[in-house]
């Protein structure tokens, strides 16, 4: 059995916290973003990303036990069918916490907590993104090479010609010698 949560609870009661997280689950699945304070948005960001991937998996299983913690079944049915085919590329992720700063009344700090919808770039995508600049840079690197190679083409005749000069003349001392 699991142990209960120490400290202060967003309700009076563990019974109260279910209900309050049910109701901010169920509100941001079908707004898509809501303000709340910090402290509810970061209870609710674990509560909200098992539900969705719940919903990914998509099994009568996994519908009932959302069902269990989100009583309204518009909702539910809007997460299986619509938002949860979005998700299937990401692997986690599902929520975003942004700060807004202080409430006027009492001065709690506010966040918008809200699904993250953007598809994301696969492994495999980055991964040839990645191969395709390094070629180009490698390419980069070899039209340099091959302009300073065609800019001193005089400075490596003069060398190649010393060197040819320099073996002729090894040559001819050891048919000297002989």
Do not use: C, W
Request: glycine share 6%; aromatic share 2%.
């Amino acid at each position: 059995m699991p142990t209960p949560k120490k400290g202060p609870r967003l309700g009076g009661s563990a019974q109260n916290q279910k209900h309050i997280l049910a109701n901010l689950a169920a509100q941001l699945i079908e707004h898509g973003a809501i303000k709340t304070t910090d402290a509810k948005a970061k209870l609710l960001r674990p509560y909200v990303e098992k539900i969705i991937t719940k919903a990914k998996a998509g099994t009568v299983a996994d519908r009932r036990n959302v069902l269990k913690k989100i009583a309204d079944k518009q909702v539910v049915a809007y997460l299986f069918n619509e938002l949860a085919p979005q998700f299937e590329g990401r692997e986690g992720g599902y929520t975003r916490i942004v700060k807004l700063g202080q409430r006027k009344g009492d001065g709690a700090s506010i966040s918008q907590i809200s699904l993250v919808l953007e598809p994301t770039v696969s492994k495999e995508a980055e991964r040839a993104t990645r191969a395709a600049a390094s070629k180009k840079a490698d390419e980069a690197e070899e039209a340099k090479a091959e302009e300073t190679k065609e800019e001193a083409p005089e400075v490596e005749a003069e060398t190649s010609t010393d060197a040819e000069a320099e073996a002729e003349a090894k040559e001819e001392a050891t048919e000297d010698e002989k």
